[in-house]
T-cell receptor
Framework: DAKTTQPTSMDCAEGRAANLPCNHS???????VYWYRQIHSQGPQYIIH???NNETNEMASLIITEDRKSSTLILPHATLRDTAVYYC?????????FGAGTRLFVKA | NAGVTQTPKFRVLKTGQSMTLLCAQD?????MYWYRQDPGMGLRLIHY???????AKGEVPDGYNVSRLKKQNFLLGLESAAPSQTSVYFC???????????FGQGTRLTVV
């Protein structure tokens, strides 16, 4: 089964870049990498996704290694409002499986 | 554009009571999902549906039933609520090809 591994928690200083890693060594060749975040007790919010190439949108950048076994979500200038749990959930067939994610603390 | 709407937002049940949580999406998505989230934990998949009239079990289906009679609605039922079902419940929907999931705002359920 597809599986991802993320650090439990990370700290980042406000205004600095936050780099959140995800290991997805069992990802299949045509499977996209998706990232979400959950702020406090709200529903998870989609951030970005990619297949092979690096991607950037107004929220973040996604760097996927050439072998696709890992990726890094980059928040270029973290703010206090970026404090949240970040997920890179794997897909298993029709299902998206959310683990515990990485709890990012952005500190002033 | 409402996206995914869950009803109700909060509910307190007594042990043994039944209730139905409603999830409605207006994006014409084929796939719909019910997750539960306990304090400090990730989301766990309860049941999901890949189309109108179809349902399937997720990771933690015991004690729950679901129905997808209309494409836009996905209902989660608790026939006999137990304190262990105290949780926050999230509904989500996705397209077939683009699997970006849209989530509702959650239903906070307490069983006493």
């Amino acid at each position: 089964d597809a599986k991802t591994t993320q650090p439990t928690s990370m700290d980042c200083a406000e205004g600095r870049a936050a780099n959140l890693p995800c290991n997805h060594s069992t990802i299949s060749g045509n499977e996209y990498v998706y990232w979400y975040r959950q702020i406090h007790s709200q529903g998870p919010q989609y951030i970005i996704h990619g297949l092979k190439n690096n991607e950037t949108n107004e929220m973040a950048s996604l760097i996927i290694t050439e072998d696709r076994k890992s990726s890094t979500l980059i928040l270029p200038h973290a703010t206090l409002r970026d404090t949240a749990v970040y997920y890179c959930p794997p897909r298993r067939g029709f299902k998206t499986i959310f683990g515990a994610g990485t709890r990012l603390f952005v500190k002033a | 554009n409402a996206g995914v709407t869950q009803t109700p937002k909060f509910r307190v049940l007594k042990t043994g009571q039944s209730m139905t949580l409603l999830c409605a999406q207006d994006m014409n998505h084929e796939y719909m999902y019910w997750y539960r989230q306990d304090p400090g934990m990730g989301l766990r998949l309860i049941h999901y549906s890949v189309g109108e009239g179809t349902t399937a079990k997720g990771e933690v289906p015991d004690g729950y039933n679901v129905s997808r009679l209309k494409k836009q609605n996905f209902l989660l039922g608790l026939e006999s609520a137990a304190p262990s079902q105290t949780s926050v419940y999230f509904c989500a929907s996705t397209e077939v090809v683009r699997a970006e999931a849209f989530f509702g705002q959650g239903t906070r359920l307490t069983v006493v």
